[in-house]
DNA sequence: AAACCGTGGCC
DNA sequence: TGGCCAAGGTT
């Protein structure tokens, strides 16, 4: 093994030394004090947030509850979750509910949450753990990481909070909070193992093996509430002691991250057509990709340049009669790595002609749209031609 | 292994 | 207003 890999705390371990004052030679600077568990834990007992997916103090977790929500918060805030989780746990109580559900009520109670493969890996992964695993989800941190959507960081953040597994989830808070801790300076996303190697030592603490559930959770805790992205709270961290973020200055500074590339513009153009028995029309969203599997308005596809009128109208839908199409304005929606432009065209027709469903077009009841699997992007698009029609 | 994949809130 | 950010995974 590396030394420079290896750390004080397994050095220190290794060795059977005390670890107050002890330093590496290279790797990552070393801090003043140990962060303690018990000082973390006690912290976390006194701060405690109640979230509903989150047992009470002495309760057990639900794994289902445990599982659910961690896909759900993956790259998405604890405040857009909490409804989605109350939905999906009042309308499937259980992992069985879940898998026995059809794809387009589950697309439909994911919609708008986004990043619309974790929908469909979820709805998989729940069939799987019912049909070869008894509804019983794997206990261990390998057992879960072979699951659709479960990947190193949901594997060890299941396996730590419900089965008390003792292993430090590595997301972007533990990420945060360990380049602070120990002051790495080496920019994401090329630190990105190193810090993960690194936040293994949290766990050096006998103590944070007692509560490994609580300590994951205090973890991230600590992150989404003192050691924050921007002006952390260094001067009410149960871990300032031990900090060499804090002690050299910069903590408020990591982790750094290497600039991203500028956001390219797309534009696309989609047709709100509605017939005489208040239905609107709609097409599937092909299986991957962006939105994939969700409804949207039909319209080409999305591209570097701005349509004109008249080209865009070439991909218009038929209709009885031929549609007026009127410009209802333009939507504007901001993707992870591009921002897309859509002007939006609407028309009301007496009936849809039979073209529509050769062309793989669907038809909906305006009234049920809350309900159905439309991608945010899409309801804005809606919601234009809907204020434009009345 | 770099690219791809949503959305809403915040300053 | 625009860039940053959020309990990442898949290809």
Known sequence: MDPADAGWGALAAF??????????????VSPSASPSAAELLRWYDRHRRTLPWRALPGQTANPY???LSEIMLQQTTVTAVIPYFKRFTHLFPTVRDLARADQDTVMGAWAGLGYYARARNLHACAQMVVRDMDGRFPDTVEGLRTLPGIGPYTAAAIAAIAFARPVVPVDGNVERVTTRLFAMTDPLP???PAIARQATHLNDDPLA??????????????????????????????WQGACAGLREGIAATLPRKIPKAPRPTRYGIHFYMTDASDH???????????????LGLPGPQ???????????????????????WRHVGEVKHVFTHFTLIVDVYAAHVTRFTNAIARDGGLVFP???????????????CIALAQECVE
Do not use: Y
């Open 15 to 28: 060795f059977r030394l005390p670890r107050v004052g002890s330093f590496v030679i290279s790797g990552p």
């Open 65 to 67: 509850h445990v599982w």
């Open 190 to 192: 090329r630190a990105r």
């Open 209 to 238: 093996h007692d509560r490994p559930s609580d300590f994951a959770q205090a973890l991230f805790d600590l992150g989404a509430g003192i050691c924050t992205p921007r002006a952390p709270a260094c001067a009410l961290c149960p």
């Open 280 to 294: 609107l029309l709609l097409h599937r969203r092909e299986e991957s990709g962006l939105l994939g599997g969700t």
């Open 302 to 324: 999305w591209r570097a340049e701005r349509w004109s009128r008249d080209e865009g109208l070439r991909h218009a839908p038929p209709g009885r009669p031929a549609p007026h």
């Open 366 to 380: 305006v009234v049920r749209l809350e309900q159905m699997g439309i991608a945010s992007l899409m309801r804005k």
